[in-house]
């Protein structure tokens, strides 16, 4: 039975109740084989990219094979759950909503990660590095640039109910977190990881080359380390798991 | 891409045709290819400009392999317009700092084209926004920050400020025109000049004859000044420091004095006179070939039939300042703390830098001597072309020796610095050891097979060695009559003059050309040197007197014999002699001539006589404008040239402060016979193998740290036969580093006789040459 769940978590199909799944107050969180990142989970579907081999000495993009959620063997760079709709940024930088009327061109030359909270999408757009900020909302097809004149940006980050954004900047030299409409905030680690960062009420949850950090949005202070976890996901579901090795833990 | 980006430009006022475009230069110095290009496929795959699969999908760049540290060149005049400078320096697949370009820098070009130079070095960036850049300039170092899965340099390039990126490479599928100043090959990296400029040789005229980016480059040492000079006489306005150029350029009435040209030998051959005692970095038995090009000391690793590897070294750029010939002439290679793993030191402006190799690459280089300043006056040339580095107190670790306004002293190294000083012979400037004749021919070898380096060089009244010993150094001993008035002032003579082993008997002979031919001198094991051998008759009347030729006398093993070969560079190719115990037999090598450009010392002068593919046999090696080569040893002959696409005239190592850097040397090991000294004696790659039973001897055989203990000498003393020197061993059938000749009892009548002879066996199997 348990052979026949796995099997079908990696289809993609929802695993039938358990009573010690029922059990649990926050989704159960999985491990994945070392070449792969959870993109997202809502209940029990899940969507996991492989990651593409990479050639050395250079900078392509990181293309993952999605499974999951009926996204089976699509390539993408990333792909995320909103409310009933699924978005998914292909590797040929065009992000597309996927609902059950269809596919639905959203926007163009789209940067990964994205970031959902409260029904919209937060995503950088443009020409590598000068990257601008945009916010849609997959519903209604709105798109609306965010700042425009701090570039490059990258790494944003929507506010739990998805009003307001925060996003990673060099447009003064140097790596700064920036606020729009509040301004920048000077804090020793800034989010680089390919999986985005997670607002957290006043904190930013955010992956670099150094593990996780919980930066205060008010003071750029550092208020939690974890060096032993790298990259974040926020689930559909409200949870916010990292990964330690293969393995991702809830850490809210 | 490519349409859009006509749009563009079409859209774009004022508009800039191709012909006025600004041109791009390289953005390094060397010679790194371009590992992906520009996707010009707008759907999924992708295309390079030349229709090839060089690229990845979607790629708006060109990545060129630059290893970590390489210094970035602006590609044209320009103005920094942004800069991004805080990023990891390794980031990742995916890493999203500095919007995936990591640390960077933006210029605006006159015709209103940007370059972006991305994935660079933190705390590297030279450049502000706003800077005024001139085409060449340092805009700091590659690496691998943002999204990059490993170093290298992605420079994008778009028509305008608002234009899309596209491709500088023209080709097929890319665009109609280059936007290089010179593109070359498919992937090659393209040339390094700033405009487009018809290359003629340098000279002092305040331009870039050679179209290689430099003015005026190498005015001190190389071509700069040939015949130009202009004394009126009366004023003497025009004069300058003198060169060597067969002119008066200081117009003082001679040409050429003060040594200048002797010291632009002395420049351009430092492995020849200094020559490094191993350069086999990582252990494996294998030469390496190390040198420093514009960013510092890089190292490329030897192994199978080519260099698959490189190891960057410490950062003597040129940047900081190592472009000076009192630095960069200092660069030498020896196992300076003894773990078998060759080192690099050289001599920056206050004192003696070494950064050891660790097995996987080099530690950060340290201060391991503060003397040889530039306040102490080593910054003559008299001083620091004499550094050596060389074993004096056969402790494994190689020592620094150099000649200062006193005289040659040394220094020990204690594997992390040098430390004791040791007094050498007093050359002093006083006594006329200035001139280059005579500090020109300092040479250190194991003459007397001791384990320690002895030095020699040629004074006024002749050759003379001072044998190292626990103490110092011992009285001057007189060798050949190689003297002043017999003609051995003239560099032609002198400056060929070399320690090597042409006959395997283990120890160092003298070898050199006079006016009329190459010979060696035998040397007697203790010093001094008996009988001369001619090699070949390379007189100057039949142009030998040339310094292409002359100065390019190398020594190494070509056959196996476990004898120093000897190979000279004649106007038609390579010529080597090998000595096969009764006369030197003449081995034909690379045909390197002078139709074919060989006659220039940036080729001749990088030739190198080295076992560079382990097989024991010495091959003959130099850097050609493509870039080095090597032809591997048949014993009788040489095979077809194994070459490395590095060090090209293109990557700009015609200049000598580049390729007079070249290092390359097997590990070498002068044979003795093994003793309890901590040290591998026997050049088997063991250190005190095979302890014995203690005998009286003067030795510790049983390595228990006593010698003749337990009353060995009294209880064999009956029973030894004749002492020496009355029937016993002679001193001529030891092998080198033999028996110490302090015991005056032997073991036994029998063992001596029997024994040297296996053991001089054993000397040459192993001689020269340990592997791990």
Redo the contacts between chains.
């Keep these: 039975m348990r052979s026949l769940c796995l099997l079908l978590v990696l289809l993609g199909c929802s695993e039938p109740p358990s009573p010690a799944r029922e059990a649990l107050t926050q989704p159960a969180a999985p491990s994945v084989a070392a070449d792969e990142v959870l993109l997202d989970q809502r209940g029990d579907a899940r969507i996991v990219g492989r ?1 593409e081999p ?9 293309v993952l094979t999605l499974r999951g959620a009926g996204l089976d063997g699509r390539r993408a760079l990333d792909a995320r759950f909103v409310g009933d709709r699924i978005v998914v940024l292909d ?3 065009v992000l597309r909503v996927i609902d059950d009327a269809g596919e639905v061109e959203l926007d163009r030359a789209v ?3 994205l970031s959902v909270a409260g029904g919209a999408v937060a995503y ?1 757009r443009g ?5 601008e900020a945009a916010r849609a909302v997959p519903a209604t097809g709105e798109v609306t640039a965010v700042a425009d004149s701090i ?5 944003p980050a929507l506010s739990p109910d998805g009003a307001r954004m925060v996003f ?1 900047t ?1 447009a003064t ?3 700064r977190l920036y606020l729009p409409g509040r301004g920048y905030v000077d804090a020793p680690r ?5 999986g985005g960062p997670v607002w957290l009420g006043d904190t930013l949850a955010l992956a ?2 150094a593990g996780v950090a919980f930066v205060d949005l008010s003071t750029g202070q550092v208020v939690r380390d974890e060096p032993e976890l790298t990259e974040l996901v926020a689930t559909a579901d409200g949870a916010v798991l990292a990964r330690r090795g293969d393995a991702y833990e809830v850490i809210r | 891409m490519r349409a859009a980006a006509i749009l563009a430009l079409v859209l774009l006022a004022p508009q800039v045709a191709d012909a006025q475009r600004t041109l791009l230069r390289r953005p390094y110095a060397e010679s790194y290819r371009l ?2 290009g520009f996707d010009h496929n707008g759907g ?1 795959g992708c295309s390079d400009y030349d229709c090839g699969g060089a690229c ?6 060109s ?1 060129f ?1 630059t290893p970590f540290g390489t210094t970035v060149l602006a590609g044209a005049d320009g103005r920094v317009t ?7 320096n ?12 990591g640390n ?1 820098v933006q210029l605006e070009h006159a015709d209103g084209s940007r370059t ?1 130079y ?2 660079m070095r933190s705390g590297s960036l030279r450049v502000s ?1 706003g800077d005024r850049v001139s085409c060449g300039q340092p805009l700091g170092q590659s690496a ?1 920050s ?7 340099l ?1 420079l ?1 390039w778009r028509p305008s400020a608002s234009g ?2 596209d491709d500088p490479f023209a080709g097929a599928c890319g665009g109609p025109v280059s936007l290089w100043v010179e593109q070359r090959a498919y992937r090659e990296a393209p040339s390094t000049s700033c405009r487009a400029c018809t290359p003629s040789p340098e000279v002092c005229g305040g331009g870039d004859d050679d179209c290689d980016g430099a003015v005026d480059e190498n005015a001190t040492d190389e071509v700069c000044g040939g015949g130009d000079e202009d004394c009126d006489g009366a004023t003497d306005e025009h004069a300058r420091a003198e060169l060597c150029n067969g002119a008066d350029d200081d117009c003082d009435g001679t040409v050429d004095e003060s040594d200048v040209c002797e010291v632009r030998l002395l420049h351009r051959a430092p492995a020849a006179y200094a020559a490094p005692t191993s350069t086999d970095v990582d252990g494996d038995g294998d030469a390496d070939l190390c040198a420093r090009g514009y960013s510092g000391i890089r190292c490329w690793l030897r192994e199978g039939d080519g260099w698959p590897a490189v190891w960057d070294g410490p950062a003597w750029g040129d940047e900081s300042g190592w472009d000076d010939v009192t630095n960069f002439a200092t660069v030498r290679m020896a196992d300076v703390d003894g773990d078998g793993l060759a080192d690099v030191c050289a001599r920056g402006n206050r004192g003696m830098y070494c950064a050891r190799s660790n097995g996987e690459g080099f530690d950060d280089a340290a201060l391991w001597l503060e003397a040889l300043s530039d306040a102490e006056g080593w910054d003559a040339p008299g001083h620091y072309t004499t550094i050596r580095l060389a074993d004096i107190d056969r402790d494994g670790d190689a020592d620094l020796c150099a000649r200062g306004p006193g005289g040659l002293d040394c220094w020990r190294s204690d594997g992390a610095s040098f430390g004791e000083r040791v007094q050498g012979p007093r050359w002093s400037d006083e006594l006329g050891w200035g001139a280059a004749k005579h500090y020109g021919t300092i040479r250190m070898a194991d003459l007397d097979g001791d384990g320690r380096a002895d030095v020699c060089a040629r004074a006024v009244a002749g050759w003379r060695c001072h044998l190292a010993t626990d103490e110092g150094f011992g009285d001057a001993i007189e060798g050949p009559a190689l003297t002043d008035d017999a003609g051995w002032g003239d560099r032609r003579y002198w400056s060929t003059l070399r320690l090597a082993d042409f006959d395997a008997d283990g120890r160092p002979d003298l070898c050199g050309r006079d006016a009329e031919e190459l010979f060696c001198v035998r040397a007697d094991g203790a010093g001094g040197f008996g009988e001369r051998v001619p090699a070949a008759a390379l007189a100057d009347e039949s142009g030998w007197g040339d310094e292409s030729n002359y100065a390019t006398v190398r020594a190494g093993d070509l056959d196996g014999d476990g004898a120093d070969d000897l190979c000279v560079r004649a106007n038609q190719g390579v010529r080597c002699y090998a000595y096969d115990g009764a006369a030197f037999r003449r081995i034909e090598g690379p045909a390197w001539s002078d139709d074919d450009g060989w006659n220039a010392a940036r080729f001749h002068q990088t030739m190198r006589v080295v076992d560079s593919d382990g097989d024991r046999l010495a091959d003959v090696c130099a850097r050609a404008a493509a870039g080095w080569r090597c032809h591997p040893s048949t014993g009788d002959g040489f095979g077809a040239a194994v070459t490395l696409n590095e060090m090209t005239d293109e990557g700009g190592w015609d200049a000598l402060r580049y390729w007079s850097t070249i290092q390359s040397a097997s590990r070498t090991c002068t044979v003795g016979v093994e003793r309890c000294d901590g040290v591998d004696d026997d050049c088997d790659g063991a250190i005190d193998e095979h302890p014995v039973d203690e005998t009286c001897d003067g030795a510790d055989e049983d390595c228990d740290g006593a010698i003749d203990e337990g009353d060995v000498c009294a209880m064999e003393a009956p029973d030894a036969g004749a002492p020496v020197g009355d029937g016993g061993v002679p001193p001529s059938a030891e092998p080198a580093g033999g028996l110490a000749p302090t015991c005056t009892c032997r073991v036994g009548a029998g063992s001596g006789p029997a024994g040297a002879p296996w053991l001089a066996l054993v000397a040459l199997l192993f001689r020269r040459r340990r592997r791990s």
Excluded at chain 1, 190 to 194: E, K, L
Excluded at chain 2, 146 to 152: A, E, F, I, K, L
Aim: proline fraction near 12%.
């Design positions: 990651v990479a050639p050395p000495n250079g900078d392509p993009d990181r590797s040929d930088h940067e990964a990660p950088v020409e590598m590095p000068f990257f570039r490059p940006a990258w790494s990673a060099s030299g140097r790596p800034v989010p680089t990881s390919p670099d080359e | 590992n992906y999924g990845y999908n979607g790629h708006t760049g990545d392999g942004a800069r991004n400078d805080g990023c990891a390794y980031g990742s697949y995916g890493n999203t700092c500095g919007g995936r370009c960077y972006i991305c994935h926004v691998s943002g999204s990059s899965t490993g170093p290298h992605h994008g899309a990126s």
